[in-house]
């Protein structure tokens, strides 16, 4: 039973990944064909990596032609931040993280930056839509891009009022502020404009703020479970006996607490021990106290 769970967990992790591939592609394409074309810059360590580009590029007069060094310079930036993820936030968040944060930095680096749509409006709306989507399924799938999204973990954990948007917020002021001593207002305000899509498109697809609660009732024998759901999962557990109010036969309640997108890794685990449990989710419930917060 045990080695078929760890088999499980492999190819459900093998799966993660693949959508991370697909979420880090998402998000090349949106910056690489929309944003950088249109000489927009995105928001957090992206950003600031994009106006060292530019100043290299003008300043310096340096070309690069249609490849991105921006990519290249956002993945030296985050080496020092994924040995600190490393040591301080969790073994498998690090290795997806750089999984995607790699495979991010090579798609912008082989997908051309070329003009796509001219209307520069229309650039903001769909190369924010695109990127937002590619960054929001990587933080579904308990990874990250990361940059602000790491730091943001590491200020909750030291500071739990804190949270992964202020983090986010800082940094974007300051950057929007360089752009605009550096850059003409046109160039701040579209970039804002994309921003702001971008946001809105990461949060609908990522469900990591939607906290809920769940209760699964079963007649198997907990240990095991319990113990998968702690190393699998990394949540606590609370537990009760119980008795079935019609058939009068004892049974166990687990009361957990977690995020939206750890729900069907639960369901899995649960049904994988007892396919009759009894498991009920609600959603968008009000935590406060000793609860982890994940991407």
Request: aromatic share 12%; charged share 15%.
């Amino acid at each position: 039973m045990r080695s078929e769970m760890k088999k499980e967990a492999f190819v459900y992790e093998g799966k993660r990944m693949l959508v991370c591939v697909l979420a880090a592609f998402l998000f090349a394409v949106g910056t690489n064909l929309f944003v950088v074309p249109a000489g927009l810059y995105t928001g957090g360590l992206m950003g600031f990596c994009q106006v060292l580009r530019t100043i290299l590029a003008k300043y310096l007069h340096l070309n690069f032609q249609n490849f991105d060094i921006a990519g290249i310079i956002y993945y030296l930036i985050n080496i020092p931040v994924f040995a600190i993820a490393f040591a301080r936030i969790g073994r498998m968040f690090f290795t997806k993280t750089l999984f995607t944060v790699t495979v991010m930095t090579f798609f912008l680096s082989v997908i051309p930056t070329r003009m796509i749509v001219k209307d520069t409006i229309a650039a903001c709306i769909v190369g924010g839509i695109i990127s937002g989507t590619g960054i929001g399924l990587s933080l579904r799938m308990a990874s990250s891009g990361g940059g602000m999204d790491v730091i943001g973990v590491l200020l909750i954990k030291w500071k739990r009022d804190f949270s992964v948007g202020k983090a986010n917020l800082f940094v974007n002021l300051a950057l929007y502020a360089v752009c605009l001593a550096l850059f003409d207002v046109e160039i701040v305000v579209y970039s804002v404009i994309y921003a702001a899509v971008y946001s809105v498109a990461m949060d609908r697809v990522h469900t990591q703020n939607i906290n809920v609660e769940a209760k699964i009732i079963t007649k198997a024998d907990t240990a095991a479970l319990e113990k998968v759901i702690f190393e699998e999962i990394y949540r606590g557990i609370t537990k009760w006996s119980t008795m079935g109010a019609y058939t009068h036969e004892d049974s166990h309640m687990l009361y957990i607490t977690l995020s939206k997108y750890e729900v069907s890794r639960l369901k899995a685990v649960v049904h994988k021990f007892d396919p009759h449990a009894f498991i009920v989710i609600n959603e968008g419930v009000s935590v406060d106290g000793n609860f982890l917060k994940k991407l």
